[in-house]
């Protein structure tokens, strides 16, 4: 009888873990539309194509894949938020998508930030890993900014670093910042709860991974911020009237399972008001 029971649980727990792996493949494209109920329909229009928390020791897609799931979308800008990797060796493994997202008609550009597994490289490696990125003409942004003409409205892209690893500096990634829409791009969410001071239009992270394992709900992510126990762990989300929204990743970290969540390609409509909106501090 032991034998059996045992039997049985060792067939539920494969069961378990196979459904959950099979999770990981099970790609969501998520389409988030913006302010379109602030603006007419004559506004224009930021399509972003965001990724995040690739981590490609295990990702969930190939970059032909990629490619197919995205190549008849109309993307303006593509934002990846961090945590491309946990080791040098995988570091030759996203030319492959970045390749593929070279092909890709984007108008306004391509933009990076780190993440805290990706500081979890040496100094050395992590500029192989920013030079990568750059060689593939995206923009690694670490506390800074750059502006875009959007239909002559002015969009200011904000990169602010990682959070979780104390690199972030809200002062130096405004710096110089002029008029127009502020689009802030940064890995760990947490970082809207000290932004009260800095205005910002929208907000794209990622860091959570959904909780990757929900069951019943990401208990083990509580020591990740305060976030968490806000209950603010994926999507769309407001803080201080300002919204934010937190991507649940394309790969995984720790175990290569996921259970209540589901890796996630994002496609951002964002509509740009006809008056341009403050550009540091919220009043």
Known sequence: MILFLSAVLLIAFYYLINRAYKNTKDIIINRIQINHDQTNEHAPILNILQLSDLHLENISISPIELYEKVKDEKIDLIAITGDFLDRKRSIPRLVPYLEALNQLDVKYGKYAVFGNHDYVLRKEDLQVLQETLEQYDF??????????????????????????????????????????????????PNLVLDMKPYHFDYLMAGHFHGGQICYPKAYHLVKMGKLVRMNMIKGMHIHDEKPFYINEGLGQTGVNIRVGSRPEITLHQLSLPATESKSLYAM
């Open 139 to 188: 923009k690694v942004m670490k506390n800074e900014n750059s502006i875009i003409d959007v239909q002559g409205m002015p969009v200011n892209i904000i990169g602010v670093d990682d959070f979780s690893t104390g690199r972030s500096d809200l002062l130096d990634a405004y710096k110089g910042i002029g008029h127009g829409m502020n689009l802030v791009l940064t890995h760990d």
